[in-house]
């Protein structure tokens, strides 16, 4: 059943559903941030603080942990109790009575969100061929862009409707119930590498050893600190463009949510679906491609963001995002593929898992951090405009070094047209 082609895209549907589940609960909170931070008297550093380091720093600590036990037990259960873990700790975020509760909600999510990611690329990695991966991870990342829309549309709409407390409940508690489908119709695939049973000593013995491995694999290194700087530029956007909108434009926050989301939803379902079907095709000719495809991604992106941060006009501001935002998303399937590939089978939990790290340490904590800093640094000299700088420069200064590490990485691969296999990215990527 599992080798069947139908059922092979059901899991694909469902691991993308997951991951529209995953981002959605983690942006809604920015429809909301300027609610949230009137109602707590929050700075925007604070905002930064609860946005991007409250979600990362457990994220950090149980990503490892967990991709290790996704390499070893059942990936469907890890990525069912991650969406139960995560739908809970949004549910709790609106009961927070202040910015400490708040942070320590949003620590709970990062827990749960921690576990899901490298346990699903992982599944559709062995799910799928490798000529058919670059696809199959353009579908996959759909799922955050709609995630990205529907928090924003439902969050904008159900917060100007019954506030942002209620609106944390509501759009938490159903993932409960799709864990639990999860669980109960995604299967394992058979054909995969079981390591061997060992105590606790030496478990921990080849944990480090395959994390030492990992951080010698240059092509592996190189596309990791890639993805954590070219993902800076997605996030910060995603994150503060809400807050932007509102004080610059008269809409409200349905509107802001609405509008969003539709450019959201515009430029992210052709992006990865380009970047996936570009991969393919590219890397028939030269599997360096995986590399190449995102540098000239994440550079393309800027122009746009920088001409719709200028613009005063509300359709032309969310037009040239629109295209910023589609430009970017070409980026993601050949990254994550080449992280994937650049790795053995049973290490490709761990793998993700560590690229994770490195995109929620760089573009998350970091990024968002910097943004919030900026701004309150700015706002003296440029009043509500500060933040648009701040969220433009931060992009630019975390986009040069994306570039180089992307270059790196494909300096560490063969050139010549994909060959098909199991083996690392120099070797099938």
Known sequence: MGEHRHYRHFVLGVITFGGMLNIADRLILSIMIEDIKHAFALSDTQIGLITGFAFTVLYVVCGLPLAWLADRMSRPL???????????????????????????????????????????????????????????????????????????????????????????????????????????????????????KVGLTEGLTAWFTGVRALFANRVFLAASCAFGCMIVTGYVFATWLAAIMLRGFPVSTADVGFYLGLAFVLGGIPGPLLGGYLTDWLVRRDARWRAWLPAIATLGCLPFYLAALMSTHFWTFLGLFSCGYLVFLVAQAPTVSLIQLAVRPDERAMAMAVAMIFNNLIGQALGLFLVGYVSTSLTPLFGIKALSWAVIGVSAAFAVPAVLFYLYAAGGMERGPLKTGNGPASAEA
């Open 78 to 196: 890890i990525i069912a109790c991650a969406i139960a873990s995560w739908s809970l700790m949004t549910a709790l975020c609106g009961m927070a009575t202040g910015f400490w509760t708040f942070f320590l909600a949003r620590m709970g999510v990062g827990i749960g969100e921690s576990g899901s990611g490298p346990a699903a690329t992982s599944l559709l990695t062995q799910t799928f061929k490798g000529h058919e991966l670059g696809r199959a991870m353009g579908i996959y990342f759909l799922g955050p862009t709609l995630g990205t829309a529907a928090g924003l549309i439902l969050g904008g709409v159900l917060a100007h409707a019954v506030g942002w407390r209620m609106t944390f409940l509501l759009l938490g508690l159903p993932g409960i119930a799709f864990a639990l489908f999860v669980f109960l119709t995604v299967k394992e695939p058979g054909g995969r590498p079981v390591p061997p």
